[in-house]
């Protein structure tokens, strides 16, 4: 099996940082096996450019599903997908770890007069010349060898936009219904919410809830982690994200996340990140020079 990737490295959405995104273009020998092409526990939409093969959801071998030329199919984050090429197929897919919070706002939107829970799946809808225009396209920049972040997140809003474009309120429903249940939308209002919010009460507030219903769903939508726990780790992983990889100063960042001393950021950065600031940013520093060990095998849980 032959990968291109439009960006290498995975993309970190600038509005929410442990949101990641890929566009990857598979190219699989006849016959050959991927055991689980959703190994890595993302939401991934797979357009067969060429080709036709055979998938079974959650590896249950007696109900498989066969994807022709020209169409397409989506993976929830929730299941696995085993997939046998029957001829030599040519695989789009746009695969993200968490569906982006702006996106999945505006989809909520325009389908808010279709009941979700009412709506029947479907398994597969048809590329249509406008989308294939697109892929296309999209499959060219990656042979091109294009490394632009800015390109990557342009083509993702043409992308949702396409398909707001191209297919009915009805389709779009149907084949994206495991990523617009109701646990996915309080996913999503998170996301949306934790950065204004200091405290995971002010989270809850925000969010609509009481504290303990809020504690009880985050655990369930979290890995089990509780909202104190889960907003450390991400202040923290995004302290070490502006440090390595912006150029904003390090007073702004501090002031950014509420430190009011440069002793007390530098006293949290040692104990959850284990460096000073100013070594945190001289590592980011030396490892631009370096290529990054951030491959398509990192885990939608990182």
């Known amino acids: 099996m032959e990968m291109l990737f439009l960006l290498k490295?995975?993309?970190?959405?600038?509005?929410?940082?442990?949101?990641?995104?890929?566009?990857?273009?598979?190219?699989?020998?006849?016959?050959?096996?991927?055991?689980?092409?959703?190994?890595?526990?993302?939401?991934?939409?797979c357009f067969v450019l060429k080709g036709s093969l055979c998938l079974f959801r959650d590896h249950i071998e007696s109900m498989p599903l066969m994807a022709m030329q020209n169409e397409f199919f989506f993976i929830s984050s929730?299941?696995?997908?085993?997939?046998?090429?029957?001829?030599?197929?040519?695989l789009v897919i746009?695969?993200?770890?968490?569906?982006?919070?702006?996106?999945?706002?505006?989809?909520?939107?325009?389908?808010q007069d279709i009941s979700i829970e009412e709506v029947k799946p479907v398994e597969v809808l048809p590329i249509y010349p406008l989308m294939r225009s697109y892929l296309d396209l999209l499959v060219d920049y990656m042979k091109n060898g294009t490394e632009i972040p800015d390109l990557h997140r342009a083509k993702e809003y043409e992308l949702f936009s396409l398909f707001k474009i191209c297919y009915k309120k009805n389709e779009i429903a149907s084949i994206f219904r495991d990523a617009l249940s109701n646990?996915?939308?309080?996913?999503?209002?998170?996301?949306?919410?934790?950065?204004?919010?200091?405290?995971?009460?002010?989270?809850?507030?925000?969010?609509?809830?009481?504290?303990?219903?809020?504690?009880?769903?985050?655990?369930?939508?979290?890995?089990?982690?509780?909202?104190?726990?889960?907003?450390?780790?991400?202040?923290?992983?995004?302290?070490?994200?502006?440090?390595k990889k912006s150029t904003l100063p390090i007073k702004q960042i501090m002031l950014d996340y509420h430190f009011k001393t440069f002793s007390h950021f530098t006293t949290y950065c040692k104990r959850n990140i284990g460096a000073t600031?100013?070594?945190?940013?001289?590592?980011?520093?030396?490892?631009?020079?370096?290529?990054?060990?951030?491959?398509?095998?990192v885990s939608a849980n990182d």
């Open 9 to 45: 490295n995975l993309y970190r959405d600038p509005f929410a940082l442990s949101r990641f995104s890929q566009f990857r273009c598979l190219h699989i020998s006849k016959g050959e096996i991927i055991q689980n092409l959703n190994e890595t526990h993302e939401f991934q939409v």
């Open 78 to 90: 929730l299941h696995q997908c085993k997939i046998k090429a029957m001829d030599e197929v040519q």
């Open 94 to 111: 746009h695969a993200c770890n968490i569906v982006a919070p702006y996106l999945h706002s505006r989809t909520i939107e325009y389908l």
């Open 183 to 243: 646990d996915l939308q309080f996913f999503v209002s998170v996301m949306t919410h934790y950065k204004a919010c200091r405290t995971a009460k002010e989270l809850a507030v925000l969010c609509g809830y009481n504290d303990t219903v809020f504690t009880q769903l985050f655990k369930k939508n979290f890995h089990g982690d509780t909202p104190y726990q889960w907003l450390q780790k991400q202040t923290s992983y995004e302290i070490e994200f502006k440090l």
């Open 277 to 297: 600031p100013n070594e945190i940013r001289k590592k980011g520093e030396e490892s631009r020079d370096t290529p990054s060990l951030e491959t398509y095998s």
